[in-house]
């Protein structure tokens, strides 16, 4: 039965992608999309690891997602608050996003995002994984952020690939993926680093921006808690804080 979810989702993806063309307006160069901040995709705002766990030493990103899956069982919930412009200090773009892997799946998750001010704005996002990490092979998974194109421009499909690197006694996650749309039809990609069980840092390329970030979660490296500070580069400071609700 999951099986056939899984195989009737991705046909749906492809079938929006394939009309999608005509849908939208394509994007003009150096114009955003209404996510200028954060998306609400796996690894944004909160740390899980190649197998699905969430992780104070898996990978951590912020305006794009990660290839791995969280496993079933938990809701990922978070508040971001940011700039719409470098010069901005206001941070009174607000997104708050919700997601969980749908139960009996393993690899298919789903989430909301609530757009700024828009009371009942939301947009529905989904990602599968195609392909899990070996050891010698990267995770793949396939989404598209706001399905039901709810913002103009910001239906967006992509493909994504994280792989874990040991570099002398460091762990660092590298991703790199194609998108459409919010992602400027082109490239993006980012590392991210476990510091400490109490810290991360990140750096990625959104399609638009060069982005930093740092995560601290109180609870150490299974904190449910993650606060996570970041510079976006055309749109300024950002703040947010992610946890963790178990349905278990």
């Known amino acids: 039965m999951f099986k056939l979810f899984k195989t009737t989702l991705l046909c749906a993806l492809a079938l929006c992608a394939a009309g999608s063309t005509q849908a ?6 150096g114009t955003d999309p209404d996510h200028r901040n954060v998306t609400a995709l796996p690894g944004d705002g909160i740390a899980i690891n190649s197998v699905g766990d969430i992780d104070g030493n ?21 508040a971001f608050f940011g700039g719409t412009g470098s010069k901005d200090t206001t941070l009174n773009n607000k997104t708050v996003c919700a997601g969980t892997t749908i ?15 828009e009371i009942g704005a939301m947009d529905i996002n989904a990602q599968v994984q195609l392909l899990p990490e070996k050891s010698n092979s990267p995770a793949i998974s396939v989404g ?5 194109a709810h913002e103009l421009n910001s239906r967006s499909f992509y493909a994504v690939g994280t792989k874990t690197f040991q570099v002398d006694s460091k762990t660092i996650y590298g991703t790199l993926g194609v998108g459409t749309d919010r992602f400027k039809t082109g490239l993006f990609g980012g590392a991210s680093m476990p510091i400490s069980d109490y810290f991360n840092g990140a750096i ?9 970030a740092v995560a601290y979660r109180p609870g150490g490296r299974y904190g449910r808690l993650t606060g996570i500070a970041g510079y976006n580069g055309r749109e300024g400071f950002i703040l947010g804080a992610s946890t963790i609700i178990s349905l278990k």
């Open 144 to 148: 598209v952020a706001d399905i039901f």
């Open 24 to 29: 939208q307006v394509p994007v003009p160069s």
């Open 58 to 78: 898996g990978a951590i990103q912020l305006n794009i997602p990660v290839a791995y899956i969280p496993t079933p069982g938990n809701v990922l919930v978070g």
């Open 204 to 212: 990625e390329w959104d399609g638009f921006q060069l982005n930093t």
């Open 103 to 117: 139960p009996g799946t393993n690899d298919v998750y789903v989430s909301l995002t609530q757009l700024g001010n």
